[in-house]
């Protein structure tokens, strides 16, 4: 005998999600005692479910697809027309090969060696300045570095309106309708400039490497041989890289994580152990970041006693799950020295998405964003000084995605001894990879 699922209060909780934030989630499954739900939102029924067993079942491609599962307000405004996002079966393989071939260890060093150069670019320009508010200028660095990584042409006049553009995307998640307008005029203009790029690699004007975004995109094909239109080819190209720019937030939260934790800064002044590699991964746990994913029931099953039937919408509740008390002690204590050794599972640490990254929906540039966060905390660990002065590190749950209030303001920024020792070292390593 199946079993009823809880049910939350309201009839369409879509405003409630938007006005709740974070929170949306929470709340429910602690009010009804249940690691799973049914509600409404966008005018259809939808059951929201949390954990790491929810999470298995939830990146089972037997099970679950998700083509017609993505809100059209994120396709128009985030992740685009005909994206990966949205695929399944052995055309979602045969496209996240494409992505995970950009993706090798060679080439995620080397976003690594183009970001710091770009930080430690910004970081001369700090020293002369009254205050720096951090969220700003991390925008403009990953915009940059994502650009040359890409082998998108980015010249000096267009990094503050691409900046922009990325930015407005990034906040059209979850948010108003205002930010959704802005995100959409942000991805068509967008757009229209990496479309020009595509064409310009295919007619040979523009010759980025082969190894690049822009020069895979242009010249993909699908299993039947056929080019890619130059719509889907763009949409792409800026999935390569517009990501990293949702990685500020937090690469922000985690300036705050080490303003509030004066030993894991002291550690990570000395990186002993990979420390640096813990404080990011406990920072993308321990903070909000993408609130949930969602897909669409294949076909009709059972799953503890509850009956999902086919093309209902589910909802895998993503901070929840890193934070779940069944798969994580101390789940709101941030602590970095859970991730030393750590051999959990892909299904309870689930900040941007869960499973595999070969096979499954697993964001195949979660590397990118692991080992830019680990090299800036690093970085500024070591190499730079600065004050933190009075200001409202708060940030809402009830926004999505969030950061500090004050963007992380600092001051009275300078250079460490050995900064150009270290700095050196990188430029020879980087060098070397060119």
Same mark, same amino acid.
Request: charged letters at 30%.
């Given at each position: ?8 209060e309201?009839? @369409? ?6 006005? *709740? ?5 929470? *709340? ?8 799973i ?8 029924k ?13 990146? @089972? ?20 027309? !005909? ?29 690594k ?22 969220f ?25 309106v ?19 307008? *802005? ?38 094909r ?31 939260? !985690?300036?705050?994580?080490?303003? $509030? ?10 990186? $002993? ?30 799953w ?24 994580? $002690? ?7 020295e859970?991730? @030393? ?39 500024l ?35 460490? *001894? ?17």
């Amino acid at each position: 005998m199946t079993k009823q699922i809880p049910k939350a209060e309201g009839f @369409d909780n879509t405003l409630s999600l938007i006005n *709740d934030g974070f929170h949306f989630f929470i *709340d429910r499954h602690k009010q009804l005692g249940t690691n799973i739900f049914e509600t409404r939102l966008i005018g259809r029924k939808a059951v929201c479910i949390v954990g790491e067993e929810a999470s298995r079942i939830f990146y @089972d491609t037997e099970k679950f697809k998700r083509e017609g599962a993505m809100p059209k307000p994120l396709k128009m405004s985030l992740f685009g027309e !005909g994206s990966l996002h949205g695929m399944d079966g052995e055309a979602h393989r045969h496209r996240k090969r494409t992505f995970l071939s950009m993706f090798t260890p060679d080439r995620v060093e080397e976003m690594k060696q183009i970001a710091l150069k770009e930080l430690d670019r910004k970081a001369e320009e700090w020293t002369g300045r009254d205050k720096v508010i951090l969220f700003d200028e991390f925008q403009e660095i990953l915009t940059r570095a994502g650009c040359a990584w890409a082998g998108v042409p980015l010249h000096e006049d267009e990094v503050e309106v691409r900046t922009r553009e990325m930015v407005q995307m990034v906040e059209s998640f979850g948010g108003s309708l205002s930010r959704f307008q *802005d995100g959409k005029k942000a991805r068509e203009s967008h757009e229209a400039w990496l479309k020009g790029i595509i064409k310009d690699v295919r007619k040979g004007r523009l010759q980025p490497e082969p190894y690049t975004a822009a020069y895979i995109m242009a010249h993909h094909r699908e299993p039947d041989g056929k080019l890619w239109d130059v719509e889907t080819a763009a949409v792409e190209l800026s999935n390569s890289f517009r990501p990293l720019l949702a990685t500020v937030h937090l690469l922000v939260l !985690g300036m705050v994580a080490m303003h $509030e934790h004066p030993d894991a800064h002291a550690r990570l002044k000395k990186d $002993e152990g990979l420390y640096s590699h813990w404080f990011a991964q406990e920072t993308r746990r321990f903070y909000p970041f993408v609130p949930a994913m969602i897909a669409k029931v294949q076909k009709n099953f059972l799953w503890q006693g509850y009956e999902f039937k086919k093309n209902t919408r589910v909802v895998l509740d993503l901070y929840g799950t890193n934070r779940h008390p069944d798969s994580w $002690e101390y789940p709101n204590a941030f602590i970095p020295e859970r991730f @030393d050794g750590w051999k959990g599972s892909p299904f309870s640490f689930v900040p941007q998405g869960g499973g595999d990254h070969h096979t499954g929906h697993r964001c195949a540039g979660e590397w990118l964003t692991v080992i830019v966060m680990s090299s800036f905390f690093e970085f500024l660990a070591k190499n730079v000084a600065f004050d933190v002065p009075d200001q409202d590190l708060s940030f809402s749950m009830e926004r999505m995605p969030t950061s500090p209030v004050s963007g992380f303001e600092i001051s009275n920024v300078r250079k460490k *001894d050995g900064y150009e020792e270290t700095l050196g070292e990188l430029n020879q390593g980087f060098a070397a990879r060119r």
